[in-house]
């Protein structure tokens, strides 16, 4: 009897103006209990530091591409890796350092072609209970869509072979999520897409920043990809729903509190507030 062939992976990373993150970015796809086989950065027009600051990492490849756009750049990635399967973050994720293994885990399996996993705000307070309550959510609504399973671009894998049915088939639409639209995809080919708890990432609350009319532009890209796609399971509107009664509260936390001091700070908060109002007057 043969024995299996052991997997490859690589990891993509597609990443813009991304000098304050990419840093601990790299540093934890490097600090895998089991090494990828490459890591490729793609820069997308960086005007700041971040392709000098992924120059200082042995072991990690920079490509650039040109066209703007988070497609054109994840494609770009795709298309370089060698390995039997892609792994996809975002230059903000934090990986377990054992995600790795849990990817290859989850890959012996031949029938999967994808497979995604819950995500923590790496940058808030109570993190374990924010990875299991993320975990819980996107646990149902895998259960619950039968025609619109989900991938999640900040905490990702593809097999190769998928992707290179895939890239000539995904759309390119700007008003699109592209790692819902990949998704989508897959399933019209009826690739299985896997929802594995145990592969975690941290990233970053960011987003919460965004201004409300910032926030519903983002949030409107959900309803689109599937409403472009002929999709309207209703369970495409749990996230919407979710993150629409979160963002008040998650936006009051993410200015109040420090992650570097782990403490909510009223001062931090009041800085924040006056700097939005001077930036509205200015």
């Not at 600051?53 to 890796?81: H, L, P, S």
Request: glycine share 4%.
């Amino acid at each position: 009897m043969s024995q299996k062939k052991t997997l490859s992976i690589g990891l993509v990373i597609p990443a813009y103006n991304e000098s304050e993150s990419i840093a601990s970015c790299l540093e934890a796809a490097l600090n895998q209990t089991h090494p990828f086989d490459e890591i490729i950065v793609v820069d997308n027009n960086s005007s700041d530091d971040t392709v000098d600051i992924v120059k200082q990492f042995d072991g990690v490849k920079i490509i650039t591409e040109a066209k703007q756009g988070v497609t054109y750049t994840r494609d770009t990635g795709f298309d370089a890796v060698e390995s039997d399967v892609i792994g996809r973050i975002d230059a903000d994720s934090l990986l377990d350092p054992d995600w790795v293994e849990e990817v290859l885990r989850v890959f012996e399996d031949d029938e999967i072609a994808a497979a995604t996993g819950p995500v923590y705000y790496h940058d808030m307070p109570a993190k374990p209970t924010g990875q299991k309550f993320d975990s819980a959510i996107r646990g149902a609504i895998d259960k619950l869509s039968t025609k619109s399973k989900f991938l999640f671009g900040s905490n990702m894998a593809i097999r190769r072979e998928a992707w290179r049915t895939m890239r000539d088939v995904v759309c390119h639409e700007s008003a699109y999520h592209e790692d819902l639209d990949l998704a989508i995809h897959l399933m019209d080919y009826n690739y299985n897409i896997y929802f594995d708890k145990k592969m975690i990432a941290g990233v970053s609350s960011r987003r919460m920043e965004s201004s409300p009319k910032e926030f519903r532009r983002y949030m409107k890209m959900y309803s689109a990809t599937y409403r472009g796609h002929g999709i309207r399971e209703a369970s495409v509107n749990i996230p919407i729903i979710i993150f629409w009664s979160l963002y008040p509260s998650m936006k009051l936390l993410r200015n109040a509190y420090n992650p570097e001091t782990g403490k909510i700070s009223l001062e931090k908060l009041l800085l924040k507030s006056s700097s939005a109002r001077s930036n509205r007057n200015g």
